[in-house]
């Protein structure tokens, strides 16, 4: 079965100082891993996918992420924070056992504070 | 057109009501999924239909009641629900099962009063 652990439910970086959001995977199969972003009272928002391509991954709004297998990891980074990045981030893992369900498995999330 | 459209945004309603939540996309994705989100929570997947059949139901209770009328669209009937239930709800789509780069809607805000 597969899983998902992000490590800090909140991190606070100051504006311009880099972000780095963790996430570590479980999966039996390898793995497809996604990380979403919400903003208060909002639907989730694809920031970047990884799909057994390319292990560093760039996604949108300069976030990226790279696939470690050996360490499970799948951190999502961030050069340099701006104030509208302070929002919610989930990492997930998709369902890609036997039964290949589409079910996506979200992390607890992470709250990302900005502080000017 | 990249969008998931749910109305309404926000919904109050009476444990003895009945009320549908509906989920809209016209990206051609025959993958679509509703997910419940409590506060402070990641969201929690309650069914998913692929190609307009039924193919998941995490075991929610009856009180919820999907519908996939056609590939473009998802809805949620609502009946008896309980306070428990207020939530924000979250329809989804993808290409397919195995494309599980889904695509959400900003939700539907459900209180039961």
């Known amino acids: 079965a597969q899983s998902v652990t992000q490590l800090g439910s909140h991190v606070s970086v100051s504006e311009g100082a880099l972000v780095l959001l963790r996430c570590n995977y479980s999966s039996s199969v390898p793995p497809y891993l996604f990380w979403y972003v919400q903003y208060p009272n909002q639907g989730l928002q694809l920031l970047l996918k990884y799909t057994s391509a390319a292990t560093l991954v760039k996604g949108i709004n300069g976030f990226e992420a790279e696939f470690k297998k050996s360490e499970t990891s799948f951190h999502l980074t961030k050069p340099s924070a701006h104030m509208s990045d302070a929002a919610e981030y989930f990492c997930a893992v998709s369902d890609r056992g036997s039964s290949n369900t589409g079910k996506l498995i979200f992390g607890q999330g992470t709250t990302l504070q900005v502080k000017p | 057109d990249t969008e998931v459209t749910q109305t309404p945004k926000h919904l109050v309603m009476g444990m003895t009501n009945k009320k549908s939540l509906k989920c809209e996309q016209h990206?051609?994705?025959?993958?679509m999924y509703w997910y419940k989100q409590k506060a402070k929570k990641p969201p929690e997947l309650m069914f998913v239909y692929s190609y307009e059949k039924l193919s998941i139901n995490e075991s929610v209770p009856s009180r919820f009641s999907p519908e996939c009328p056609n590939s473009s669209l998802l809805n949620l009937h609502l009946h008896a629900l309980q306070p428990e239930d207020s939530a924000l709800y979250l329809c989804a789509s993808s290409q397919d099962p195995a494309n599980t780069e889904a695509f959400f809607g900003q939700g539907t805000r459900l209180t039961v009063v």
């Open positions: 990206m051609g994705h025959r993958a």
